[in-house]
């Protein structure tokens, strides 16, 4: 999948980005526990062990077409006899339906703020929480959540947002997929944008640029001028 969509460039998503836990580089995908493995024989001894040796049919509801990503998704999962089915709604009534958790089979999540992994913990995984589209309510995993958003000790709640971390992709409440990366090029006639990159890549647009300018050494038709 990660190949064929985004030519290997992309790492492992998981609920808890990376920089909240005391890592310098994402994850590998072979730094993941055997859940997150690509091995489609597991995979169909798993369904065959849960009591589905014929596989099952699955639905996911998406607010517009089936993307190439939907696509790939569904051919990964028909090779282990799980066979999705796409039923697009209208935004309105997919978005009512994720927030209300009242869809049946699958959603997409819903994005989740990160300016700091207790926000994104908090998101997913309070069970009252608007953007918990998973039905997760997990007495062990809220209570870790709490106890992370009010230490005072700033390596205890990075050791329990690790915790949360890999607790949660044990119990894979959700399908973990892939994020991919992106390359920024900057010009050096293009001035005070490493502000509004940031914001783009971190805060999800809502930290953006106020001010940019071209200097004079810009190709002619870019070139700054100042007013008479």
């Known amino acids: 999948m990660v190949s064929l969509l985004h030519g290997n460039m992309a790492s492992p998503s998981h609920p808890v980005s990376f920089q909240f836990l005391g890592r310098n580089d994402p994850f590998r995908f072979e730094d993941l526990d055997q859940w997150h493995q690509y091995n489609p024989t597991r995979a169909k001894e798993l369904l065959i062990e849960a009591g589905y040796p ?15 990503f939907h696509v790939v998704l569904a051919e990964h999962l028909a090779a282990i006899g799980v066979r999705v089915n796409f039923e697009q709604l209208e935004s309105t009534v997919y978005a009512t339906q ?13 994005d989740h703020t990160a300016f700091h992994g207790m926000r994104q913990v908090m998101q997913e995984f309070l069970p009252d929480s608007p953007k918990n589209a998973g039905y997760i309510d997990d007495p062990f995993l809220t209570d870790l959540v709490y106890k992370a958003a009010y230490t005072l000790d700033a390596n205890d709640q990075m050791r329990l947002l690790k915790q949360i971390n890999d607790y949660a992709m044990d119990q894979c409440f959700a399908i973990e997929t892939f994020s991919g990366f992106q390359m920024n090029f900057m010009q050096p006639w293009v001035h005070n944008m490493a ?11 809502s930290a953006q640029i106020g001010v940019a300018w071209i200097d004079d050494t810009a190709p002619a038709e870019r070139r700054g001028r100042l007013k008479a």
């Open 54 to 68: 014929n596989g099952f049919d699955f639905n996911i509801i998406t607010s517009g077409p089936a993307t190439n």
């Open 195 to 205: 502000g509004g990159q940031s914001g783009w890549l971190i805060a999800s647009a």
């Open 98 to 110: 994720r927030t209300n958790r009242t869809y049946t089979g699958g959603v997409v999540g819903a």
